[in-house]
C-alpha cells in the first residue's frame, strides 16, 4: 500500500478510535460511588490498614480517610484513583479548595476543589495544618 494512503488512514483510524473512546464515556475521571467504594480503593493501596471513617468530597472526586497512622487522602486521578497518606504534608486553603503539597515525588502537589464550608472541615480533620 502507498504511504500516501496509509499515512491518512493509519490517523483518521486513531482519530475515530479517539473520538468513539470519548463519546462511549471511557474519557471520563473517576469518581467514587460512595464511602464504601473509596474504603476499597484505599485498602488497594495500603492492604491490612484500618479505616476508621471516609468523608467523601461534594464532588466525589476525592475521599478523606481516617487511619490509626493518620490521614490520608484518596482521588480520582483519570480513570483510576490513588491513594496518599498526609503524613508530613503541607496544607493550605485556596480559594477553592485545599493545596496538599506531599513530601512524596510521585505525587508533588495536590489540589482538591472543596466549596468554602467543605475546605473548612477537611482542613481542621488534616492535624498539623497551616491555614
Known amino acids: 500500500m502507498p504511504l500516501y494512503i496509509l499515512g491518512p488512514a493509519v490517523v483518521l483510524g486513531i482519530g475515530l478510535i479517539v473520538l468513539l473512546t470519548h ?20 485498602l488497594r493501596e495500603w492492604p491490612g490498614d484500618e479505616v476508621r471513617e471516609v468523608v467523601l468530597a461534594a464532588d466525589r472526586r476525592a475521599a478523606l480517610v481516617s487511619t490509626p497512622s493518620g490521614p490520608g487522602v484518596v482521588w480520582a486521578l483519570g480513570a ?3 491513594a496518599k497518606r498526609l503524613t508530613r504534608a503541607e496544607v493550605r486553603r485556596l480559594a477553592d479548595g485545599l493545596r496538599i503539597d506531599l513530601p512524596d515525588f510521585t505525587a508533588r502537589h495536590l489540589r482538591l476543589r472543596l466549596d ?16
Open 80 to 82: 483510576d484513583t490513588v
Open 116 to 131: 468554602r464550608t467543605e475546605a473548612a472541615a477537611w482542613a481542621h480533620r488534616i492535624a498539623g495544618i497551616s491555614t
Open 23 to 42: 463519546l462511549l464515556g471511557f474519557s471520563r475521571a473517576y469518581a467514587f460511588v460512595d464511602e464504601e467504594d473509596a474504603r476499597v480503593r484505599w
